[in-house]
C-alpha cells in the first residue's frame, strides 16, 4: 500500500491541491454566513423616520449580546452596559422588544425612554428594516446597519 501511495505521485499533488481548495472554500463560506445576518454581539446603528407630521428623524446605537439589547450608560462615551430591550430572532425576521431606548434627532436633542417594538427583515448582509410602534401607537420606519462585530 505504501509503495502504491509513493508511486502516484500525480494523485498525491491532487489530493493536496484538493485539500487547499476545499480548505479554502469551507473557511470563506463559514466568514460570509457570519458577516451580516447575525445580531449577536455586533453593535449597530439605527435610524427612525416617523410616518407621523411633525416629528423628527432620530438616530442611534445599540449592541444585541445573548438576545439582549444595549446602550450606552454615557450618551457618548463608555461601554454598551445599559439593558434597554430583547430580541426575538426568527430566521430571517427578528422582533425587538424595547423598553429605554434612547436616540438623537436632527437638533441634536435626545429621545429618551422610548418604548415599542420593531419588527425586521433582513435586507441584505448587516442590514435589516421594519416598522418600529412606540407605546403612543405612533409608527417609525426603522433601519438598522451593522458597524461593528
Given at each position: 500500500m505504501l509503495t502504491r501511495i509513493r508511486n502516484?505521485?500525480?494523485?498525491?499533488?491532487?489530493?493536496?491541491?484538493?485539500?487547499?481548495?476545499?480548505?479554502?472554500?469551507?473557511?470563506?463560506?463559514?466568514?460570509?454566513?457570519q458577516a451580516g445576518d447575525n445580531f449577536e454581539g455586533a453593535v449597530?446603528?439605527?435610524?427612525?423616520?416617523?410616518?407621523?407630521?411633525?416629528?423628527?428623524?432620530?438616530?442611534?446605537?445599540?449592541?444585541v449580546s445573548d438576545h439582549v439589547v444595549y446602550q450606552k450608560e454615557q450618551k457618548r462615551t463608555g461601554e454598551f452596559t445599559k439593558r434597554v430591550?430583547?430580541?426575538h430572532p426568527q430566521g430571517k425576521r427578528t422582533?425587538?422588544?424595547?423598553?429605554d431606548l434612547r436616540a438623537l434627532n436632527s437638533d441634536r436633542e435626545w429621545?429618551?425612554?422610548?418604548?415599542g417594538e420593531v419588527k425586521m427583515t433582513i435586507d441584505k448582509y448587516g442590514k435589516w428594516s421594519g416598522l418600529f410602534t412606540d407605546e403612543n401607537g405612533d409608527n417609525w420606519e426603522f433601519t438598522c446597519n451593522r458597524v461593528k462585530e
Open positions: 502516484a505521485k500525480f494523485n498525491g499533488k491532487l489530493l493536496v491541491f484538493l485539500l487547499f481548495i476545499f480548505g479554502t472554500v469551507a473557511c470563506n463560506t463559514g466568514v460570509a454566513a449597530w446603528h439605527f435610524k427612525m423616520v416617523p410616518k407621523l407630521k411633525g416629528a423628527k428623524n432620530l438616530r442611534g446605537q445599540f449592541r430591550g430583547v430580541n422582533k425587538v422588544e424595547f423598553t429621545k429618551e425612554r422610548m418604548k
